[in-house]
């Protein structure tokens, strides 16, 4: 048991670094190195506001970082004005709704599933793959009669409003990807409990009007999500194939290995992915990727591409949206 003086002198050196962490906005370092800022959740897009609060009911009763994101990143499937996530996802060319999630854990665990149809949560398909299967990843077919196997429900995931979308961009099939508008609220979610393990989850229905088949960083460990719970986690946002061209969340998460900052790691990993556009001659304003990033000591952080990225933190100082950094 801990003794009354240790108590007192641990409180008094946490409410410091609390106070600190208020009045700067983002945990102090070096108070942050020796009392770690947990719990924490961090979560793509302000739909990740939403996703937080069912985190947090977990993270805040001393529950596992794993339980926190799936139940998080459930409420971002299960809403239809999420037209990026699960039901009522924007579909692909050819009018279909297809899925793509994962997840990992402390230990390394993990488990995907890409090119999901007619199933509303792949997130728990995917931890159904991780803890079920001596397999890390399910694609289309297998994947969807694997979870009808597991209990999931068929659902029909194109909602109205989403075909409607859908019709009218037949009219001219012009695929053209945006940045932050139409096609960008993947959900990523980094939790860190307060036994100071680390997982994540993401999940999205992908780039709008993508090619029937498609996959992109969202199902790829490394790519769309990376957890070391020696190290950090980090999650990605935007454009896939430039986030699996560069392995971009496992990239970030050894920059933190190499004492960069979570901040720093994904500003690194924000211009590999700008220095290769470039040497593919891309115009580097028609893309947008951004990542976030949380380090064992709940020091965070994230950066994009271009303005109007944002994430949602909650930590023991509420649930608050940022605007996260960027490079143009
Ligand atoms: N990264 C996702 C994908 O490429 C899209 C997104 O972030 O909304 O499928």
Known sequence: MQSRRKFIKTAAISSVALSLESFIGEPAKSYAKSIPNK??????????????????????SGGRALDAVESGVRINEANPEDQSVGYGGRPDR??????????????????AVAFLENIKHPISVARAVMEKTPH?????????????ENGFEYQNLLTEK?????????????????????NHDTIGMLALDSSGNLSGACTTSGLAYKMHG??????????GLFVDNEIGAASATGHGEEV????????????????????????????????SLNKRG???????????????????????????????????????????????
């Open 214 to 223: 498609r996959v992109g960083d969202s199902p790829i460990i490394g790519a």
């Open 136 to 148: 890390v990843i399910l694609v289309g077919k297998g994947a969807f009669d694997f979870a009808i």
């Open 39 to 60: 719990p924490l959740v961090i979560s793509t897009w302000k739909n990740g506001i939403a996703a937080n609060d069912a985190a947090w009911k977990i993270l805040s």
């Open 282 to 328: 891309k115009n580097i304003a028609d893309y947008q990727v951004a990542f976030i990033a949380v380090n064992k000591n709940g020091e965070y952080g994230a950066f994009a591409i271009q303005k109007g990225f944002n994430y949602a933190i909650y930590s023991n100082h509420g649930n608050n949206l940022s605007d996260s950094k960027y490079l143009i």
């Open 162 to 182: 989403s075909k409607e979308q859908w019709y009218e961009w037949l009219k001219k099939s012009d695929y053209k990807p945006k940045a932050n508008i139409e």
């Open 94 to 111: 050819d009018g279909v709704v297809t899925l793509d999630a994962c997840i990992m854990d402390e230990n390394s665990n993990i488990g």
């Open 244 to 275: 699996i061209r560069i392995a971009g969340s496992h990239t970030v998460v050894e920059l933190m290995r190499q004492g960069r900052s979570p901040l720093e790691s994904c500003e690194e990993a924000v211009k590999r992915i700008v220095k």
